[in-house]
């Protein structure tokens, strides 16, 4: 059982371009969220997603940045016209169930994109 | 500011010595998670206790949680080299729905 996918590893995009982030939860996970890392600093909450829903996007710039998780396929993020500020690692978890089921997430090995 | 607040930021020791993190909540929770980050990796999920849990051991590990002081603390025993890591806690908070919040991790160095 392969676990939290994500890719690519590393993303380099200039200012202006599109970033996509995938990322393929653990087989059976429905329930997927994203955080983001900024260097030396914990993990952010972004968003939380369960197939074709989300759940929670509180965490979420409301501007240019998107996350879906669609009824096949991994769950994407999308982010708009990128800027310096978004160079960070990108941390993608699943799980079988939300939290309030305490269980615990797997993580990805994240997705490093560098704005240049 | 972030839901969970871990401390020390930094921890230097010998190996063979214990290491003692701590975490500190401010909202009602469900359950409270260590996670371990190896430098540039994902994160490695260590321990899970519920909030009706006040201590749970794993190998070296032993986590103990207080939920009338919103706090625990990770103990690990006879640290290793290998330990050196960052080591994050995180809860799920029930208010508004679920999310996972995470502090922003105590870096641990275990000197050989």
């Known amino acids: 059982n392969a676990g939290v996918m994500q890719n690519p590893r590393h993303l380099v995009r200039r200012r202006g371009q599109e970033a996509r982030l995938r990322c393929s939860p653990m087989k059976g996970h429905s329930h997927v969220y994203w955080y983001r890392q900024l260097p030396e600093e914990g993990l952010k909450f972004m968003v939380y997603?369960?197939?074709?829903?989300?759940?929670?996007e509180s965490g979420m710039p409301k501007e240019r940045f998107s996350a879906e998780f669609p009824k096949e396929g991994p769950s994407i993020l999308r982010i708009q016209q990128v800027v310096r500020g978004d160079s960070a690692a990108y941390f993608c978890a699943s799980s079988p169930r939300s939290g309030a089921g305490n269980t615990e997430a797997f993580f990805g090995q994240g997705t490093r994109l560098t704005v240049v | 500011s972030q839901q969970g607040e871990e401390d020390p930021q930094a921890l230097s020791i010998q190996e063979g010595e214990n290491a003692t993190m701590n975490c500190s909540y401010k909202?009602?929770?469900?359950?409270l998670q260590w996670y371990r980050q190896n430098s540039g990796r994902g994160l490695v999920h260590l321990i899970l206790i519920r909030s009706n849990e006040r201590e749970k051991h794993s190998g070296r590990l032993r986590v103990t949680l207080d939920t009338s002081k919103k706090s625990s603390s990770l103990l690990i025993t006879a640290s290793r080299a290998a330990d050196t890591a960052s080591y994050f806690c995180a809860t799920d908070v029930i208010t508004g729905g679920f999310k996972t919040i995470f502090g922003a991790g105590t870096r641990l160095f275990v000197k050989a």
């Open positions: 909202t009602s929770i469900n359950n």
């Open positions: 997603l369960q197939k074709e829903n989300i759940i929670d």
